[in-house]
Nanobody, 126 residues
Framework: QVQLVESGGGLVQPGGSLRLSCAASGITLSINRMAWYRQAPGEQREFVAAISWNGGMTYYADSVKGRFTISRENAKNTVYLQMNSLKSEDTAVYYC???????????????????WGQGTQVTVSS
């Protein structure tokens, strides 16, 4: 079992930055990939970014490429999402997810992930 706890959300003005953290605990050696998803009110859960736990390969949604950066700190079992140049359309609850087995690089369906955090709210507004 793996437990995930997100932090770092909040209210920020358009053009601003936030850094989200996701701390993993439990049997973390089983993790193969971690990802961030987001869900706005009335919308479906949307892929944001993912990172392989061992090789550091990263994947991004087109909507956040060049603005968001996903990274990991294995010693702390933590994944980060640095969000720059935030826009109002980035407003959502952001969720951290973990996958134990291999996923093809282009697999972004949220149902493929095994563990989820409780989410952290990000609001971009002036």
């Amino acid at each position: 079992q793996v437990q995930l706890v997100e932090s770092g959300g909040g209210l920020v003005q358009p053009g601003g930055s936030l850094r989200l953290s996701c701390a993993a605990s439990g049997i973390t050696l089983s993790i193969n990939r971690m990802a961030w998803y987001r869900q706005a009110p009335g919308e479906q859960r949307e892929f944001v970014a993912a990172i392989s736990w061992n090789g550091g390969m990263t994947y991004y949604a087109d909507s956040v490429k060049g603005r968001f950066t996903i990274s990991r700190e294995n010693a702390k079992n933590t994944v980060y999402l640095q969000m720059n140049s935030l826009k109002s359309e980035d407003t959502a609850v952001y969720y951290c997810a973990a996958k134990e087995k291999f996923l093809p690089p282009l697999e972004i369906r949220w149902s493929k992930y095994d563990y989820w955090g409780q989410g952290t709210q990000v609001t971009v507004s002036s």
